[in-house]
């Protein structure tokens, strides 16, 4: 089968199409085959490839497979899910560095699979699993009943987008910072007012303008880090991005990042709303996987807005 590897640490040129042996139906005890036919490029592709996570994980030596989304038909039956069924998922890399996505044919755990809606199309079903979850679990993490108001940075990208709708669907009041031009799109996705990206002084200033005592909670997927604390009340929440970004805590605000956990029921009620088009997706660019590097470049170029999908 064919896989993109990662042949050494450093820009998108090191991403080389190569095979490797398919997996057989058991050679992983307690996962199950799926063959893709699309996987995404996130932000932690990118800085995997670049080598900023080689010094926390130091056995892992490319050549190795990156990845984290998939959407595919099961080779073998898992629990509730026949062989042949279309599912998505991702699957938390970290866990098991190497054993990405970038792959035609991958061995996942049954608990990360979701069946995807005959109304989401591939493409969709692919820019879903990693980004609606983390922006899912990063809301719980929050936990600020409804009617609190809550900042979400980044709001035009895709964890980003996913978090508004989220937030507006739990009943928060959502103050979004949004790229040039996004504004009236996120007011749509539900976001009460919105805050044109500036410098962190002006972002802050504009946040306090809409909500003069401060915000209940912030969600950072921009990672704006330690400004964007002067927009929180005393005793309010913060969650990170990303663990390089949380804040030192003061006025007992709670600050913390977490890491998605991949959970194929949270995602099965995601892709349902994706279905009744209660929840949209966010596709900037569609290319064949042997163009992973060009996809990469393109991530990195910034400016596009929506995910990066690879095609097998
Ligand atoms: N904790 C977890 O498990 C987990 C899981 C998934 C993702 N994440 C994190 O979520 C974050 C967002 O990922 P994504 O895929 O949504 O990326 P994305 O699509 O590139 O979106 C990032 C957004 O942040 C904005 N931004 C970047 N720097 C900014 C700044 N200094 N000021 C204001 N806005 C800024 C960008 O605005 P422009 O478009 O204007 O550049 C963009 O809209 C990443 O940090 C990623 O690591 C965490």
Redesign the pocket.
């Given at each position: 089968m064919r896989v993109v590897e990662v042949t050494a640490y450093g820009g998108p040129e090191v991403l080389r199409m190569a095979h490797r042996p398919e997996p057989e139906a058991g050679a992983v005890p307690g996962e199950v085959r799926v063959k893709l036919k699309a996987t995404t490029v996130?932000?932690?592709d990118l800085a995997i490839r670049a080598g900023e996570y080689a010094d926390v994980m130091p056995d892992l030596k490319p050549p190795f497979v990156l990845g984290f989304d998939f959407v595919g038909r099961l080779l073998d039956p898992a629990p509730g899910l026949a062989a042949g069924q279309r599912v998505a998922g991702f699957v938390p890399w970290f866990q098991r560095p190497g054993r990405g996505t970038y792959a035609e044919v991958i061995t996942v755990d049954p608990v990360w699979l979701a069946p995807v809606p005959d109304e989401v199309d591939v493409v969709d079903a692919a820019s879903v699993p990693?980004?609606s979850q983390?922006a899912h679990q990063a809301l719980e993490h929050l936990a600020l009943p409804e009617g609190s108001v809550v900042f979400i940075?980044?709001a035009?990208?895709?964890?980003?987008r996913f978090a508004v709708q989220h937030a507006a669907e739990r009943g928060l009041r959502v103050i979004a910072?949004s790229?040039?031009g996004g504004e009236g799109e996120l007011k749509v996705l539900g976001a009460e007012h919105v805050v044109r990206?500036d410098g962190p002084e002006v972002v802050v200033a504009e946040v306090l303008r809409h909500a003069p005592e401060g915000v209940h909670g912030v969600f950072d997927?921009?990672?704006?880090a330690d400004p964007l604390l002067a927009v929180v009340k005393d005793g309010g929440v913060f969650i990170a991005?990303?663990e390089s970004s949380v804040p030192e805590a003061e006025r007992d605000i709670r600050t913390h990042?977490?890491?998605?956990a991949s959970d194929g029921a949270r995602l099965k009620e995601i892709l349902e709303r994706v279905a009744e088009r209660r929840l949209t997706t966010q596709v900037a660019d569609v290319l064949p996987l042997e163009e992973a590097a060009e996809g990469h470049r393109r991530a990195e170029s910034?400016g596009r807005?929506g995910r990066i999908v690879l095609v097998m």
């Open positions: 996130n932000k932690a990693f980004s983390a940075s980044g035009s990208g895709v964890v980003g910072l790229h040039e990206r997927p921009a990672r704006m991005g990303h990042a977490f890491s998605t910034g807005l």
